[in-house]
């Protein structure tokens, strides 16, 4: 390796692309290319960046095998930052393989750790939590231990422990501390800033509700009330969670049951509000006793649902009653707020990635991207196949809550 290159490549780890591209900007070798296509992804030009990479691991020979796992971590990394989840798993972990039987144990740490995120964006926290077992942040230069706290914050956020949160967001500050990039001590802080930030809205006995931040979400649940979560599609009293999730008609009625507890709802307003009738006659009041009659079933471990004279009331084996619901309420549909949440990092995102990572129908997805659109909370950037989406962000707020991920405590 030549002096330039190696200053380059010092310069990019220090998160100084433009210091590496004065060295090596009009060098075409293979070296340079790689290290291009990376000072190029660090100033955003993600397009260019795969291009170069590519043309980086096809210049490298045969024998150069560590090189070319490089660029094979790069270009990943590259897809991650694009938000292509369906990126080549099965080249990166051959790559991680190689670099970690040739003596690169950090590269082959950096590819784990893009697993490690791309399960994180998905929702897959059991494999994330796997794969993390096997690591050793202790023997990690700076800004890996950074991503490794990053990763161990994210999953303990999504499963809303708050506790093991701060402290690896604590260390996760102090290991980027140490590694003296600005990008790096950016990502931590808007990391610890979800934490304090309203994540949902607390409904409860017909008032207009008040703003939760994640600790409070956690006290909520662990104070044994019933809770209706709107953020998530479930209720749940303690350790006890019934998933709604694809059963928006039962849903819909016991966020309805939940936000008049203790009181009724009438047979009129139930099937207006659910079915969308202007009255409900004979053929919905039969409809509405199906539904109730499921959501009954369902919900036996915590409530029963009792009819009155007027219509039907919720009966909780845990008081009080309380609606969790998005802190924005946004267009109508089970998989809008997932998207908006993922949106919210600031990427643009492809609505088939979106899909992938909802795990929902492309339609559905972009159904809800069009209502998001319709209410300003979603713009899209460029035509055809090569369309993303972007968020229009609300100030103060985050979306932990409706990330993909598995129900605290299911």
Not at 283 to 306: D, F, I, Q, T, W
Request: hydrophobic share 55%.
């Amino acid at each position: 390796m030549d002096s330039l290159i190696a200053a380059a490549a010092r310069a990019l780890a220090a998160g100084d692309p433009f210091g590496a591209l004065n060295r090596i900007a009009l060098r075409s070798d293979a070296p340079a290319l790689a290290l291009r296509g990376i000072a190029m992804a660090q100033l955003g030009d993600l397009e260019r960046a795969r291009a170069l990479v590519r043309s980086a691991a096809r210049a490298f020979g045969a024998r150069e095998a560590v090189a070319r796992a490089r660029c094979v971590v790069a270009e990943a990394e590259i897809a991650l930052a694009q938000r292509n989840l369906g990126w080549p798993a099965r080249r990166l972990d051959a790559a991680r393989a190689t670099l970690q039987a040739r003596g690169d144990p950090v590269n082959a740490a950096h590819a784990r750790y893009l697993e490690i995120r791309h399960c994180l964006l998905v929702g897959r926290l059991g494999e994330a939590e796997r794969l993390l077992e096997g690591q050793q942040p202790a023997l990690l230069p700076p800004m890996l231990r950074t991503v490794h706290e990053l990763a161990v914050a994210g999953m303990a956020m999504r499963r809303l422990d708050t506790g093991a949160a701060c402290t690896a967001l604590a260390q996760a500050a102090q290991a980027a501390g140490s590694a003296g990039i600005a990008a790096l001590e950016v990502e931590v802080e808007r990391a610890a800033a979800a934490l304090d930030a309203p994540a949902a809205r607390l409904v409860q006995k017909a008032q207009a509700g008040r703003l939760l931040a994640l600790g409070e979400v956690e006290a909520l649940f662990a104070s044994g009330t019933l809770v209706v979560d709107a953020c998530r599609h479930a209720v749940r009293a303690g350790d006890v969670v019934v998933p709604l999730t694809g059963r928006p008609v039962l849903f819909a009625l016991a966020r309805l049951l939940a936000e008049a507890w203790p009181a009724d709802v009438s047979r009129d307003a139930l099937a207006a509000r659910v079915f969308r009738a202007r009255e409900a006659d004979e053929s919905y009041r039969a409809r509405l006793r199906v539904e109730l009659g499921r959501l009954r079933r369902l919900l036996r471990p915590l409530a029963g649902v009792r009819a009155t004279a007027q219509g039907f009331v919720l009966v909780p084996r845990h008081q009080p009653v309380a609606v969790l619901a998005r802190p924005v309420e946004t267009a109508q549909g089970a998989v809008d707020g997932a998207v908006l949440a993922l949106l919210s990092d600031g990427e643009a995102w492809a609505s088939s990635a979106l899909a992938l990572a909802v795990g929902a129908s492309q339609r559905s997805v972009q159904r809800a991207l069009d209502a998001l659109a319709a209410g300003g909370l979603a713009q899209p950037v460029g035509r055809g196949r090569a369309r993303r989406w972007l968020s229009q962000p609300v100030p103060g707020f985050t979306t932990t809550l409706l990330l993909p991920a598995a129900l605290p405590g299911g």
